[in-house]
């Protein structure tokens, strides 16, 4: 199965799905982006007999986040049919569902991270199951300093993986943080050198597959755990 | 009891209960104006929760529904209970806080321990229990200060750094996402996440409108 277009590819390689995000500007997240990004993960729900699924940038970075001129316009424009402050656009509303269903598949998600990981990028990668970072990534939900908050996930998830001050802090803030500070934090599960991301996460995905009768996603950081214990590591 | 107020914080020092902050809380909110966004408590040693149950509970409640940050800071908050600890959204010290391993957290303080430091710390401290492992576990409980002997300075210039760089009207905005986020409920922090979105949109919009 193959999806191939200027701004997403998905494959499937012995049964794991691989889904890179290949649009312009680092992956910027533009209107556009964002609705091919909801068809890509429209399909890859239907599919069955998954093993796992990698989601990753094709170049250095995985994504520098949404395009925050274009999201303030299109969000604004959508301020106009709203009835109350809860009546949420359906654009958003499914723009949303679509990030937090990674949460929900039953394989394991796993982001491999390298480069910016940044925004609407951080809000796809926390919820993944698994995050992988590459000792070059730098995470942050730099929306504050853009007059704004993460609103598909960002908060709630990253305050899930790594607890509320640590969330705080990187909200707050909009500091970008590095590899490590990710992993100190809860955020990365993971660290690897530079390019070396991906294979580790397909090995996870193999262990998780043969050595686990049944994939709970909420146990995903204790399955990376084990995985690297079998491995005779505890981490770089 | 002292209670001062500085920039974005009121600093309540000189407590070793929390029932006294709880007694005193209408002459507190007296000194919680709309540029606060932070308490903070600084306790004399230890700082328990009422021996009375239902004391306790309405204590407990009053500190979930506060809509400012809470913090606890000391140069060592070893001698604070668990259960505060956790109360607080967030904990400040010089040194990290430990758990006794013969003292097994109960299913609610796990679930505490989550939310204030997440999934993998919550796996961390399952493996240590599991492991049998004695002596102290060092939790993730805390956010580590500098050592300095000007504790509330410390304090404070954490707070301000928070809060630096964003409007009173900003900040709320964030916080109410955190405040949802208390009792660990995921639906409510989602929900208030993208009101909050679009009420920041919103002013993002009418600013720019205004400036052409």
Known sequence: MKYDDEYFTLSEENGILVMTMQAPGNNLMTGEFFDRYQEIISQIRKKTNVKGLIIKGGGRHFSVGADVESLSERSASELLDMKNDYDFSCGHTAQKESVLCLLELPYPVVSTISGFCIGSGSEIAVSSHVRICETNARIGQPESTFGILPGLGGIARTIEVCGFSAAAEMVFTGTLISAQKAYEIGWADILTEKKQSFDEAVALIEWINKNIEKYDNRKAGCYVVEYLADKGETNI | ?212
């Open chain 2, 1 to 212: 009891m002292n209670i001062e107020r500085k920039n974005h914080c009121v600093v309540i020092s000189g407590v070793d209960s929390l029932q006294i902050i709880f007694l005193n809380r209408e002459r507190i909110e007296g000194f919680l104006n709309e540029n606060c966004l932070a308490v903070a408590v600084i306790p004399d040693g230890g700082l328990q929760l009422p021996e009375n149950e239902n004391e306790a509970l309405e204590t407990v409640n009053y500190f979930k529904k506060l809509n400012v940050l809470t913090v606890i800071a000391s140069p060592s908050l070893q001698e604070v209970s668990y259960d505060v600890m956790t109360l607080f959204d967030i904990r400040l010290s010089y040194s990290p806080y430990m758990l006794d391993s013969r003292r097994v957290l109960s299913c609610e303080q796990k679930k505490s321990y989550e939310i204030c430091c997440g999934q993998k710390a919550m796996n961390e401290y399952d493996r240590y229990i599991g492991n049998g492992s004695e002596g102290t576990f060092t939790t993730k409980l805390v956010s580590l200060l500098p050592e300095n002997e000007d504790l509330v300075s410390n304090v404070c210039v954490y707070i301000e750094n928070l809060f630096a760089g964003k409007d009173i009207y900003q900040n709320r905005s964030i916080l109410s996402c955190f405040i949802c986020a208390r009792n660990g409920e995921r639906e409510s922090v989602l929900r208030e996440e993208s009101c909050r979105f679009y009420r920041l949109i919103k002013r993002k919009a009418d600013i720019s409108h205004d400036e052409i």
